[in-house]
């Protein structure tokens, strides 16, 4: 069984800051994705990795896949209220069909 | 488009009784599945489809059925609800597969007491 650690659990920081949360496994993945949810809604894909070393940016949003593919992190520069929410990595190993999740990150921007 | 479109959004149920979750997309995705998120545990796969007709287990699979006879539809039948039932379930597809990413649904709530 893959296993994906999250960390931090939770997160709460004042608007502004700059965060990094962390995806970590022992496991060598084909691809990763990160997933943004909010109360009362399904995860919203943010984005996929596929190639060790690659760097996504989404405006304030960058993402990095390890070069080996087992481990990922997002970093969030000067965090709005906006982006509170539930961050969930997840990663696609062999099979095409399942994807394995981590637990979470709650991150929490307050004003 | 709709997208991933779950229904009901909210359901309690008593233990033992049936009911199945609905489940459509308008995307012409030939990858769905569904999904359970319970506290502390993640979300977790219960049943997935690689197009219509063809279904096969997830993680936790037992107490759970589909099918999917359309490539719009993969509803989710629980046969006879328990308490360890109680969760969030989402469907989701995808164009590509796992490896290229999900569009999830909003999620259907259900508690059986």
């Known amino acids: 069984t893959q296993l994906l650690e999250q960390s931090p659990q939770f997160l709460s920081i004042q608007e502004g800051e700059n965060l990094t949360v962390y995806c970590n496994s022992s496991s060598v993945f084909s691809s990763l994705q990160w997933y943004r949810q909010e109360p009362g809604e399904g995860p919203v894909l943010l984005v996929t990795?596929?190639?060790?070393?690659e760097v996504k940016k989404l405006k304030r949003l960058t993402f990095q896949f390890g070069d080996a593919r087992k481990d990922s992190s997002l970093h969030i520069t000067a965090a709005q209220t906006g982006d509170t929410g539930l961050y969930l990595c997840a990663a696609s190993g062999g099979s095409n069909y399942k994807l394995t999740f981590g637990k979470g990150t709650l991150l929490t921007v307050n004003p | 488009n709709a997208g991933v479109t779950q229904t009901p959004k909210f359901q309690v149920l008593k233990t033992g009784q049936s009911m199945t979750l609905q489940c459509a997309q308008d995307m012409n995705h030939e990858y769905m599945s569904w999904y359970r998120q319970d506290p502390g545990m993640g979300l977790r796969l219960i049943h997935y489809?690689?197009?219509?007709?063809?279904?096969d287990q997830g993680e936790v699979p037992n107490g759970y059925n589909v099918s999917r006879s359309t490539t719009e539809d993969f509803p989710l039948r629980l046969l006879s609800a328990a308490p360890s039932q109680t969760s969030v379930y989402f469907c989701?597809?995808?164009?590509?597969?796992?490896?290229?990413?999900?569009?999830f649904g909003s999620g259907t709530r259900l508690t059986v007491v």
């Open positions: 489809s690689v197009g219509a007709g063809i279904t």
């Open positions: 989701a597809s995808s164009e590509q597969g796992a490896r290229y990413g999900y569009t």
């Open positions: 990795v596929v190639t060790g070393g």
